[in-house]
């Protein structure tokens, strides 16, 4: 009672006390609150026009370098239908890893209606006393923990497939090193959840931070499971390596798509690893700011960079772009991901005790994050550019593709920009402002591309009888229009309504119990039931075709090596 009153006290303080030499306070009079005098600082306001200004300049800037620069003959035609393939032993295995990863996409699905729902009957599930068995803060952890899982799983075995493929190589015993590796993280996964539930229920006592929850969203999972997911992610590189070895020896340049697709791959576990950078003992504001380090430079940084470059080193091995043409954007693409992202991350700081001058790089390359995802909408233009007989055979993982690319212009950039700004941020800040931006995003673009690469990889070597199209159209019609339908119907309505009242009223009516559990917000909530319901069908059906398509592929004869030749009797 102490330590919580002393944590009160001190919070009070420098959200209230004016800083030495300046006229706001440690916080930067953050949250808004008129009885106290925390109004938005000047700079906010002056800073967030300016980011405004930056982003339009910055738009055309590129955009006039990009299509000037364009080549005409990057886009190449292929003029024969691709043929289905013989999975390679590891590659078999890593089938497996997408079969856990849809399995864990269900759950999560259900860990969400399950959180929504609280938010209209906050001690229960219809009637159900869920809440002595499940209670908010781990229902929700779940939600958002198993989206992380099964969008890395998908992501990670994507790699695990295309080594072998882009490196023409499969190392002894790599299908067993991808076992250990699935069975390793399927213990990290299971431990790190029921870990976390012992916690928020008080079983683990002090011993809450190695075991069981950490306390901060995103990286909830106790210590020890984080430690075993970075050296599962090691493991994963060594693995990737193994197969890729041929390619990187025969590429000779040590900048080609072969060793840029390896040192992305480095990046995952090595930037992941900067969440050690704290413990329990850590003052709020440092492990908040090397907690940002894994949310948005891993996150939105990295690992965006690792999939740029593996779908561009797919298209140029499947003879859609020249390998050139690949090479040159992805070089640009991570230029502007990282020039923008890694200052950018500095919009997690404007409360934080910094000084000005964090604002003001923090709100200038926020806005600058979002001139890259503009560029996107014209690498859509290209994927359907590509050959209708190519495009024929990958139609769905372009779909997916393509779902990617608008949710990163819509989802990551008008949403995301919607609460970086200062000015908007500084009202905007812990209200639903933030789950629009989160849902559009880390499904919107980061879910989708991860079905995208899972399909990439089962449409090459899934028999055409066990493919259907029909249904798989289905599900990505359901998973885009559910998402839509929750985004319209449900987050926007509660987030703009709670930015209302934080602008006229302060941050605390906005997050009042008068708020909260006003009419409105009950409506919304009950309003994203008809999303939550489409969107919950399409991911059903993606669950189902993945399993059988995972079937079919074990019931065929593999091939030793992956530029080896198919046999005579196998289905074309």
Not at 32 to 43: K, R, T
Not at 302 to 319: D, N
Not at 506 to 518: D, F, L, Q
Request: net charge neutral; hydrophobic share 50%.
């Amino acid at each position: 009672m102490h330590n919580v009153t002393a944590f009160f006290a001190w919070t009070a303080w420098a959200a209230s006390a004016n800083r030495p030499n300046a006229p706001f306070s440690y916080t930067a009079n953050f949250p808004h609150d008129d009885l106290i005098g925390n109004q938005a600082p000047p700079q906010f306001l002056i800073w967030s026009i300016v980011s405004v200004i930056v982003l339009i300049a910055a738009i055309a800037v590129f955009l006039f370098i990009y299509l000037t620069q364009e080549d005409p003959e990057e886009v190449q035609v292929v003029t024969e239908r691709p043929s289905i393939r013989l999975a390679t032993p590891s590659q078999k295995v890593t089938t497996l890893f997408f079969g856990v990863a849809m399995a864990l996409f269900l759950v999560q699905i259900l860990m969400g209606m399950v959180t929504a729902h609280y938010a209209v009957e906050g001690d229960g599930f219809y009637g159900v006393p869920l809440q002595q068995y499940l209670p908010y803060a781990a229902s929700r952890t779940w939600h958002l923990q198993l989206a992380v899982f099964w969008i890395a799983t998908c992501w990670l075995a994507a790699g695990l497939y295309f080594a072998p493929r882009f490196g023409k190589n499969e190392p002894p015993g790599q299908s067993w090193g991808n076992g250990a590796l699935l069975g390793a993280l399927t213990v990290v996964v299971v431990g790190s959840l029921i870990g976390a539930w012992a916690g928020v229920q008080g079983f683990l006592g002090d011993k809450s931070f190695w075991f069981g929850h950490q306390g901060y969203e995103y990286v909830e999972l106790g210590r020890l499971w984080q430690l075993l997911l970075i050296g599962g992610m090691v493991f994963w590189l060594w693995l990737m390596y193994r197969a890729l070895k041929p390619a990187l020896k025969a590429e000779g340049s040590k900048t080609g798509l072969n060793h840029f697709f390896l040192y992305s791959a480095i990046t995952i576990p090595l930037f992941y690893a900067s969440g050690l950078m704290y413990t329990n003992h850590t003052p709020l504001s440092i492990a908040e700011y090397w907690r940002w380090w894994v949310v948005h430079l891993w996150v939105e940084g990295f690992f965006e960079v690792f999939a740029t470059v593996t779908i561009a080193y797919l298209c140029s091995e499947l003879g859609f772009l020249k390998r050139s043409s690949a090479l040159r954007a992805t070089y640009l693409t991570t230029i502007l991901y990282l020039g923008s992202g890694v200052i950018g991350t500095l919009h997690h700081l404007y409360f934080s005790g910094t000084p000005v001058f964090i604002t003001a790089m923090g709100a200038v390359a926020s806005a600058l994050e979002v001139v890259p995802l503009t560029l996107i909408g014209f690498e859509v233009v290209k994927s359907i550019r590509l050959s209708q007989e190519a495009q024929g055979f990958y139609r769905v993982p372009l779909k997916f593709l393509i779902g990617t690319c608008f949710w990163n212009l819509v989802g990551a950039g008008v949403f995301g920009f919607l609460i970086n700004p200062p000015i908007v941020l500084y009202y905007s800040q812990g209200i639903n402002t933030t789950p629009i931006h989160a849902h559009s995003a880390l499904f919107g673009v980061y879910g989708s591309l991860a079905l995208a690469l899972m399909l990439f990889a089962l449409r090459e070597i899934t028999p055409d009888h066990a493919g259907n199209e029909k249904l798989f159209n289905l599900s990505f019609w359901g998973i885009n229009i559910g998402l839509v339908m929750m985004m319209v119907f449900g987050l926007i309505p509660s987030g703009f309504y709670q930015l209302v009242q934080s602008v006229n009223h302060g941050t605390w009516y906005a997050r009042s119990a008068e708020v909260i559990n006003s009419s409105w917000m009950h409506w919304t909530v009950w309003l994203r039931i008809p999303g939550d319901i489409v969107f919950s069908l399409g991911a059903l059906l993606m669950v189902l075709c993945v399993l059988r398509s995972i079937i079919a592929i074990f019931q065929q004869p593999t091939q030793p090596q992956p530029d080896a030749p198919l046999t005579a009797d196998y289905p074309m």
